[in-house]
């Protein structure tokens, strides 16, 4: 493949990559250097992902060829979306649901914005541009007819918040109609689906064309895997501090902590991340944000759960342990879109039973299992970043 000149149009930075949304565009942009590929990046700050964090890491590892919409302000869109967000504001969720699971992409973007990003587009002159999240789509108008446009879907979003309520949670974020989610797909010359499962929910629930949509799930290989076994039963979990870790966490320590510490007299769980609990115990240690989250985190860790109760996507911190040749114990949410990972490594359990305790007593009590489950896991991420690598010099060739 040629040298390709590539420009990613994203709502978040990459840089400090703090949660799931900032780590797989890193990576993306990880995966396409090693590739041989130029890539420049674009900021387009939205209202509807608020976890942009600062700009300034972003803005050094891309140097000259950084670059913000809207002078780096938000795009708060046209005067009717506003006004549709402060009505919204004023009408309590449990009342009116329906209400606040209406989202208008086409609402987003003002006159302003697409003349700011279209000038922007013809400075570079991409070869392709990679838009990060489906709200994007209206952007994808602006790109001309001879360059490729592509969309990182990060997550299906038809019927979102419906779906989130269904398995226990809130659905407080934004969610598109299935027609929305297909005319927004239709924007586009190619489609990244993050994992298999959406592949299929793209292509035949939404119809899209099976020839424009690819699965680009693992974009990570790390080059350093765990090697200290120590004999210390820790558990490791790590997460931003949303809503669905929260819940997941919250009920294993709930369900599980107890049994744990009778059974391990020095068990320890240790938390990394933003994620904060109001629970508080000796037995749990709360690191925060770390600097290296491999020597600080899970070089310490004996194994990783993924508790996850809700959403889907494809979950970045299970792909993320294996890849350093972790053993993960997971809910079935937990490995959405991945299922073929159980028995390479990772290990689905019900959260709500004994089951999952077992699970995690078994690979705590035998440091041989352990560090074949672990190795079985780095084999598999391996074997998946070499196809997304594949797939992905596809799509720009």
């Known amino acids: 493949m040629s040298r390709k000149n590539i420009l990613i149009v994203s709502p978040v930075v990459t840089d400090p990559s703090y949660s799931g949304n900032s780590t797989r565009i890193s990576q993306m942009v990880d995966m396409l250097v090693v590739m041989g590929v130029h890539v420049s ?9 608020d976890d942009r964090k600062v700009n300034d890491a972003t803005s050094v590892r891309f140097s000259g060829n950084y670059y913000e919409a809207n002078s780096g302000r938000v795009c708060r869109g046209r005067f009717l979306l506003r006004l549709f967000r402060f009505l919204k504001r004023l009408m309590p969720k ?8 209406q989202y208008f992409p086409s609402l987003m973007y003002t006159r302003d914005i697409y003349k700011d990003i279209s000038a922007t587009i013809s400075s570079i002159q991409p070869d392709a541009v990679i838009f990060e999240y489906v709200l994007l789509a209206p952007l994808a108008s602006i790109c001309p007819s001879e360059v490729l446009t592509i969309i990182d879907t990060h997550d299906r979003f038809s019927d979102r918040n419906k779906m989130i309520r269904l398995s226990g949670g809130e659905g407080a974020w934004w969610s598109l109609s299935p027609r929305q989610e297909k005319d927004c797909l239709n924007q586009f010359d190619q489609v990244i689906a993050i994992q298999e499962d959406e592949h299929r929910f793209f292509t035949e629930k939404l119809g899209i064309d099976p020839e424009k949509v690819n699965t680009v799930d693992i974009i990570s290989l790390p080059e350093v895997f765990k090697s200290d076994w120590s004999s210390t039963p820790v558990i490791g979990f790590v997460g931003s501090n949303n809503h669905h870790n ?12 107890e049994f744990f510490k009778r059974k391990f007299p020095d068990f320890k769980l240790l938390i990394a991340g933003s994620i904060v609990l109001e629970i508080e115990d000796p037995s749990i240690i709360y690191l925060g944000k770390v600097d290296n989250l491999f020597l600080d985190f899970y070089e310490k860790c004996s194994i990783i759960i993924n508790p996850t109760l809700s ?23 937990g490995l959405s879109g991945m299922v073929d990972a159980i028995g390479s490594g990772v290990y689905l359990a019900d959260l709500h039973s004994s089951e999952f305790f077992e699970c995690c007593k078994l690979l705590l009590e035998s440091k041989a299992l352990a560090i074949e489950s672990g190795s079985l896991a780095r084999q598999y991420v391996v074997s998946r970043y070499k196809r997304s690598q594949d797939v992905l010099t596809k799509i720009l060739s």
């Not at 674009?42 to 992902?49: F, N, S």
């Not at 449990?94 to 699971?101: G, K, N």
């Not at 911190?317 to 972790?326: D, H, Q, R």
């Open 41 to 49: 990046f674009l900021l387009v700050k939205i209202p509807e992902i």
């Open 94 to 101: 449990d009342r009116f649901l329906s209400i606040h699971d």
């Open 246 to 257: 929260r819940e997941g966490l919250r009920a294993f320590i709930q369900n599980h902590l």
């Open 311 to 333: 959403g889907s996507g494809l979950k970045i911190k299970t792909v993320e342990a294996m890849g350093y040749g972790l053993p993960v114990v997971s809910t079935k949410e």
